[in-house]
């Protein structure tokens, strides 16, 4: 079994073939996702809420976030393991650096991601500068969920339209490898894959980007309240019929690549 790099990605979206990441937070749901096919698996700090009930990302630490990548790596063949940078980690540079490397050397992450845009540029080229490979994360960015005033589209006016298209590019330069898009118009983000030589990764972002990602318990129907518009749940499709969880998964992968997901009612 040939183990997903970056350069597999990279030829995917020079191939046109769309790739898939969910999120996983422990060894049992990695193995299954790994075995159908999710080219990356992400260690979310979307774990705060859906594992530890909490109202937002903020409080996950740092050793939090080990912990939970060291249980996903364990059941981890093939993927390409992606592991969330917790609020205010990667605020100063030289800090970054040391906490990426924890996620690399005690979690056996293979890459981070990190939310922010202009003010990141820094830590991204010394990460990069390091040899550790970054995914920029902009649109909706769940960190700043209360300058924002709430998880909200990003990217409606052409003002900040033009800014994250910028950053997007600004980041590419500093040396991310991939850039995830959350909750922009699907015309943005169809317009920032195209200006750039690196794979985008978006949710609630359109079907214009080269993979989708979704958090796994909001795709298998069991995060508690209201599923977030761009999300579907695979698991209880009753247009799909009765599956089991790895047929969801199967699912969800077939219709990322045969570009069935994201539909119109998904996107903004
Ligand atoms: O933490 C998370 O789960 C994320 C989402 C964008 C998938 O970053």
């Keep these: 079994m040939k183990r997903i790099t970056l350069t597999t990605l990279q030829e995917m979206k020079k191939a046109g073939e769309k790739f898939t990441c969910l999120t996983a937070y422990d060894s049992s749901f990695a193995a299954l996702l790994d075995a159908a096919g999710v080219e990356v698996l992400l260690v979310g700090d979307s774990l705060g809420m859906v594992i530890q009930g909490q109202e937002s990302t903020l409080p996950v630490t740092l050793d939090e976030m080990i912990y939970h990548t060291r249980c996903v790596a364990r059941g981890c063949r093939r993927a390409l393991l992606m592991a969330d940078m917790p609020f205010l980690s990667d605020v100063d540079p030289r800090q970054a650096v040391s906490n990426a490397g924890r996620l690399m050397k005690e979690g056996g992450a293979q890459m981070v991601k990190l939310e922010g845009g202009a003010m990141q540029l820094e830590t991204v080229r010394r ?18 969920v209360h300058k924002l005033g709430g998880y909200r589209v990003q990217g409606r006016d052409q003002e900040s339209a033009r800014r994250i298209h910028d950053d997007a590019l600004a980041l590419q330069d500093a040396g991310a490898d991939l850039l995830l898009l959350e909750c922009v118009p699907a015309s943005l983000a169809a317009r920032i894959r195209d200006a750039l030589r690196i794979p985008v990764i978006g949710i609630g ?22 599923r977030p ?25 077939e219709a990322v690549k045969s570009g069935a997901f994201p539909a119109s009612r998904h996107c903004f």
């Design 127 to 144: 990460l990069a500068g390091q040899g550790i490979p970054v995914c920029a994360h902009l649109g909706l960015q769940p960190q700043s």
């Design 205 to 226: 972002a359109g079907p214009d980007c080269d993979a989708q990602v979704l958090v796994l318990y909001d795709m298998l129907g069991i995060t508690p309240g209201k």
């Design 229 to 253: 518009r761009f999300s579907h749940d695979f698991l209880s499709d009753p247009e799909a019929g009765p599956t089991d969880v790895a047929g969801a998964v199967r699912r969800y992968v």
